[in-house]
């Protein structure tokens, strides 16, 4: 049987566009595996918190004891245990933006009358893991404005509870908005594996604290100390909760009590584990790349068929 010319075209056609599609996903391939950026989702301090991970204080430990606080407001009290961690870390663009924040989450006991979050909640950074305290970023809602800010360590060593000073006054402040700042019920919504919405057992359910600060106002903060960090720098943490914004006077997580304690933070249990807000994802070797590239195209090729006349 003879085959007219426009149907032996049509596959070949067919042919081609399957060889395209086949090499189309050995460049693709190619390029996932050179490193090329992945596309980031816009983060939200309402997200839950399997988009966020977790800082640990210890090999697989990241709770905090319950009712440790020194003032006794629940609303004040970090909690967390192995199941439920107390502390949370968030890196990338938020929604309403396109630069890059870093974002913290503590595990609160309740919201406290009046509803609302009005004390103060720190994030001490050791941005060079040598185990001082290089800058602090949180929320301060005490006084007349709410506002999300960046602070410098006073004077002191900076090493430990009782050796740890404030500047008094912030590096640069930030208004709270729905986009940088949350303070919302634990709930199976936001925290699809709690085994608990109560862990500090009185009868009100935890609270989750949320805020996002810019990460550049972050480097720019430590480069004008002489400390350089990118997104994929390591570096550790405090978690701590006060009344004001110049003090640690309430709750300190990984740690049990504890305020005016001259034991180092890591000696504490208060120093996070080293983490980077942008783990390095390692780079594949020229083999294989070159391996992979050239397995598809000859996969490609033997998939070709040769339309019969």
């Known amino acids: 049987m003879t085959i007219c010319a426009p149907v032996v075209a049509v596959r070949r056609c067919i042919a081609m566009t399957r060889l395209s599609r086949l090499a189309a996903i050995a460049i693709s391939l190619v390029c996932v595996l050179s490193g090329a950026p992945p596309t980031r989702a816009q983060n939200s301090p309402d997200s839950p918190t399997t988009q966020w991970s977790t800082a640990s204080f210890g090999l697989t430990n990241y709770p905090d004891a319950s009712n440790d606080q020194q003032t006794g407001s629940a609303e004040s009290d970090i909690v967390g245990d192995a199941d439920n961690p107390a502390l949370y870390v968030s890196f990338g663009e938020i929604e309403g933006g396109t630069n890059d924040f870093l974002g913290f989450r503590f595990r609160l006991g309740a919201d406290a009358n009046p509803s609302g979050f009005d004390g103060v909640a720190l994030i001490g950074i050791d941005a060079n893991l040598d185990g001082s305290l290089d800058l602090f970023v949180g929320v301060n809602n005490q006084g007349s404005k709410d506002a999300i800010g960046i602070w410098y360590p006073g004077p002191g060593l900076n090493i430990s509870p009782s050796t740890t000073t404030f500047s008094g ?104 584990l080293p983490f980077s807000p942008v783990p390095a994802v390692p780079e594949p070797s020229e083999h294989v790349l070159f391996t992979t590239a050239g397995g598809l195209v000859l996969v490609s090729l033997f998939h070709r068929r040769r339309p019969k006349l």
């Open 169 to 272: 006054s912030f590096f640069e402040s930030f208004a709270q908005t729905s986009f940088n700042y949350s303070f919302t019920p634990v709930t199976p919504t936001i925290d699809p594996t709690a085994t608990s919405f109560d862990l500090n057992g009185d009868n009100r359910t935890d609270y989750f604290l949320s805020f996002y600060v810019p990460f550049s106002s972050i480097v720019l903060a430590l480069e004008l100390q002489g400390i350089t960090i990118t997104e994929s720098s390591e570096i550790q943490v405090v978690g701590a909760t006060a009344t004001q914004g110049n003090t640690l006077n309430q709750d300190i997580a990984g740690a049990v009590g504890g305020n005016h304690s001259s034991l180092k933070w890591s000696e504490l249990g208060a120093m996070s």
